[in-house]
Nanobody
């Protein structure tokens, strides 16, 4: 059974940094794409970043471009989201998601329905 576990969420001041981790287990293949989504209070969940290592594909939402970096460590089955220059508007629960359908994710990286597996979420709070 495929599972995703996020970690790394915390309370940080404006301008600070955090690194989120998402560790996958139970996947039957190494060829899958992973994405990070976030949901702030009272708002819809939005796609933040995505990576498909086998395709060399990465995606960033405009709101995080230049501040966030997604990377993967296949040996550890882990995807990271390095978040720098954090702003109060980055406050949200961050979720990682995964899918074997990498070609679909490349086309629509922020489409939630493209992802089949989801983690439980980790809270990121940026104080002003």
């Amino acid at each position: 059974e495929e599972q995703l576990v996020e970690s790394g969420g915390d309370l940080v001041q404006t301008g600070g940094s955090l690194r989120l981790s998402c560790t996958a287990s139970g996947f039957t293949s190494d060829d899958y794409a992973m994405g990070w989504f976030r949901q702030a209070p009272g708002k819809e969940r939005e796609g933040v970043s995505c990576i498909s290592p086998s395709d060399g594909f990465t995606y960033y939402a405009d709101s995080v471009k230049g501040r966030f970096t997604i990377s993967s460590d296949n040996a550890k089955n882990t995807v990271y989201l390095q978040m720098n220059s954090l702003k109060p508007e980055d406050t949200a629960v961050y979720y990682c998601a995964a899918t074997y359908h990498t070609s679909v994710v490349i086309t629509t990286p922020t489409e939630e329905d493209d992802y089949d597996y989801w983690g439980q979420g980790t809270q990121v709070t940026v104080s002003s």
